[in-house]
């Protein structure tokens, strides 16, 4: 049973910093596409960032060149690196896996089928 674990959320100040951390167990087949993403109250999940089969990441236009998300395979861990965090910012996140394919969108919470309990991220002004 695949299971994934997520820690690091918390509250910061605009433009604060903070590092999520996704640890993956039970997985069956190597390389997966790996995902964070995210659900604000009264808001449909979104994608995040992702990372394809051989470590290329995608990121949504709105955190391109604040957010990074790594992996470490000796650790089984997902990370994302989410610097000059702002307001809009605050949900809770999600990190998923799935085997990757020729149509799987990295950024489309519907193609992933394993999923994470969420970790809190609050952004205050």
């Known amino acids: 049973q695949v299971q994934l674990v997520e820690s690091g959320g918390g509250s910061v100040q605009a433009g604060g910093s903070l590092r999520l951390s996704c640890t993956v167990s039970?997985?069956?087949?190597?390389?997966?596409?790996m995902g964070w993403f995210r659900q604000a109250p009264g808001k449909e999940r979104e994608g995040v960032a992702g990372?394809?089969?051989?470590?290329?990441?995608s990121y949504a236009d709105d955190v391109k060149g604040r957010f990074t998300i790594s992996q470490d395979n000796a650790k089984n861990t997902l990370y994302l690196l989410m610097n000059s965090l702002k307001p809009e910012d605050t949900a809770m996140y999600y990190c998923?896996?799935?085997?990757?394919?020729?149509?799987?969108?990295?950024?489309?919470?519907?193609?992933?089928?394993?999923w994470g309990q969420g970790t809190q991220v609050t952004v205050s002004s």
């Open positions: 998923a896996v799935e085997r990757c394919s020729l149509w799987l969108s990295l950024l489309a919470p519907k193609a992933y089928n394993n």
């Open positions: 039970g997985l069956t087949y190597s390389n997966p596409c």
């Open positions: 990372m394809n089969s051989v470590g290329r990441p």
